[in-house]
């Protein structure tokens, strides 16, 4: 039988810093925010496969709510660090901070979390993780509130499953009364 493996937390954090970039605009002249989701999927990858020691998955995004506007010209920072683990599942949570380094302006735009799961090279099935060294407060709660969101969102999942099998083409119907639809049946 093998011995548990366990990591520190701070093993696998990782903080990538990019500039914004004039091709990174959207029609309105801010950062478009699948620039902002793609770096943030790069550094959930990376700071996940750093904790595994191998190929991850993203397997699911909790909401990404855009909090600030990111203009062309600041600098993004994100953060990312594991906060919660399962067998094959990881929660890592991102923040991301953008500066005006002209203006000494910092603003918080982003916090997200990514579950990722590891996967063996070879197979492709899901593989165990190491466990998590939880060396502080911080540490700790970003743990218990991993493991109760990923409660919640098995939670979640299993609600709206429920809801969908007990819908019928009525409940349906009257569910659109007052809704922004118009029905062309």
Not at 129 to 148: A, H, S, T, Y
Request: some cysteine; overall charge neutral.
């Amino acid at each position: 039988m093998s011995e548990a493996v366990f990591s520190k937390v701070k093993s696998s954090q990782v903080i990538l810093k990019e500039l914004m970039v004039p091709s990174y605009a959207n029609f309105g002249g801010k950062v478009h925010g699948g620039i902002i989701l793609s770096l943030m999927d790069k550094i959930a990858y990376t700071c996940a496969a750093s904790h595994a020691k191998g190929y991850c998955v993203t397997a699911s995004v909790d909401s990404v709510d855009f909090l600030n506007p990111v203009e062309v010209g600041e600098l993004l920072t994100l953060y990312a660090s594991v906060n919660y683990v399962g067998k094959s599942s990881m929660e890592v949570g991102i923040k991301v901070v953008s500066e005006d380094f002209k203006q000494g302006i910092v603003k918080h735009t982003n916090t997200s979390y990514f579950t990722m799961v590891a996967l063996d090279e070879k197979t492709r099935k899901p593989t165990s993780v190491p466990g998590l060294v939880l060396e502080d407060e911080q540490e700790i709660r970003r743990f218990v509130m991993g493991k109760l969101r990923k409660k919640l969102r098995r939670s979640h999942q299993q609600a709206v499953a429920d809801l969908r099998q007990s819908l019928s083409l009525d409940q349906e119907l009257a569910e659109l009364e007052g809704e922004n639809c118009q029905l062309a049946l």
